[in-house]
């Protein structure tokens, strides 16, 4: 590959990676925007109660219980799936730069976006 084609597939893959996290990020807050919009409608004049600590229901803490909440259109699931969607949107693209350096066959850069996305999952994953 000549260095003005190397430029040029490094310039498209800049612009892919620039979208795809400008779009996570924005769907995300969008998603989260409504839940918090949902969650204030049906939940905005009620007392808080300060004096006890009440955590995050357990359903809301795994992806099968955020995603029926959804389903059931409950403003903490919409929330807790935009930050999911948050959250991935780096991950998605760690996984992006795996198949450019692939395509590329850049090894070392190959084999260091392979660790990294090794330790995000390990991370996600390890309780």
């Not at 948050?86 to 084999?111: E, H, N, Q």
Request: charged share 15%.
């Amino acid at each position: 590959m000549s260095k003005i084609e190397e430029e040029r597939v490094n310039h498209k893959m800049g612009i892919v990676m620039g979208n795809l996290l400008k779009t996570g990020v924005i769907v995300a807050a969008s998603i989260v925007l409504f839940g918090g919009i949902i969650y204030l409608f049906r939940h905005g004049l009620a007392q808080a109660d300060y004096n006890t600590f009440q955590r995050v229901p357990y359903d809301l803490c795994n992806v099968r219980g955020i995603l029926k909440s959804v389903f059931s259109f409950h403003g903490r699931g919409f929330i807790q799936l935009g930050l999911l969607l948050l959250i991935a949107t780096p991950i998605a693209r760690v996984l992006l730069s795996i198949f450019a350096f692939a395509l590329k066959r850049d090894t070392l850069y190959l084999m260091i976006t392979c660790v990294v996305f090794g330790i995000l999952i390990y991370s996600l994953l390890n309780k």
